[in-house]
């Protein structure tokens, strides 16, 4: 399973656009990119999926250049209610027969 | 509602003393994992199953117990809790694999004193 590397901490204030970028240099062909949110002691929650290029929902954008090596969640116009912590993971959108790891996630601290 | 559900929400026991912590899906998911959540060691996959009968160790197996009897259910059995097995735990489900959308519970405070 592609292991990831994210930024520990990252701090925005409302308002602005934060990109948080996930490196994935072992990603291999059938691996999709997952982001999740986590607020304290609660489960994390989906934010977006992709495979290449751009993908965009409601909450959040993600980028994927074409090497696929690294991922960029990007989440316009932030508010208070956005610090939590992201996790970025990798892995094989119909395997099942793996462990899936986490990582310590990047907090994202928003101030007013 | 499509949900995962864990119980209890907090627990608190003595070393020892077995405890089973329920998960159970509502989605007809094949995919169901049990994590633990650590200060600053971030979330760490203890056992997974990809469908009834079939279940395989994580990163962080050793001391827990799952089975998977029947497809809605995954409980997590700790046949001996110690105090290093105090934690977070969450319980996640997805459709069909590892790199689907997961769906976690709203997590068991456990205790072990």
């Known amino acids: 399973l592609a292991k990831t590397t994210q930024p520990i901490s990252m701090d925005s204030y409302e308002g602005q656009e934060v990109n948080i970028t996930c490196s994935h240099n072992n990603i291999a062909t059938n691996d999709y990119i997952t982001w999740y949110q986590q607020f304290p002691s609660q489960g994390p929650r989906f934010i977006i999926q992709?495979?290449?290029t751009k993908v965009t929902n409601e909450v959040a954008s993600l980028f994927i250049p074409a090497d696929r090596k690294s991922s960029t969640l990007s989440l316009p116009r932030v508010s208070l209610s956005d610090t939590a912590v992201y996790y970025c993971?990798?892995?094989?959108?119909?395997?099942?027969?793996?462990?899936?790891?986490f990582g310590k996630g990047t907090m994202l601290l928003v101030s007013p | 509602e499509a949900q995962v559900t864990q119980n209890p929400r907090y627990l608190i026991t003595v070393t020892g003393k077995k405890l089973t912590v329920t998960c159970s899906q509502n989605m007809n998911h094949e995919y169901m994992s049990w994590y633990r959540q650590d200060p600053g060691l971030g979330l760490r996959q203890i056992y997974y199953?990809?469908?009834?009968?079939?279940?395989d160790k994580g990163d962080v197996p050793e001391g827990y117990k799952v089975s998977r009897k029947e497809k809605r259910n995954f409980p997590l059995i700790l046949e001996s809790p110690s105090p290093n097995q105090t934690s977070l735990y969450f319980c996640?489900?997805?459709?069909?694999?590892?790199?689907?959308?997961?769906?976690f519970g709203s997590g068991t405070q456990l205790s072990v004193l």
């Open positions: 992709g495979y290449k």
């Open positions: 996640a489900s997805s459709l069909s694999g590892i790199g689907e959308k997961l769906f």
């Open positions: 199953s990809m469908n009834v009968e079939v279940t």
């Open positions: 993971l990798v892995g094989d959108m119909y395997s099942g027969y793996s462990t899936l790891t």
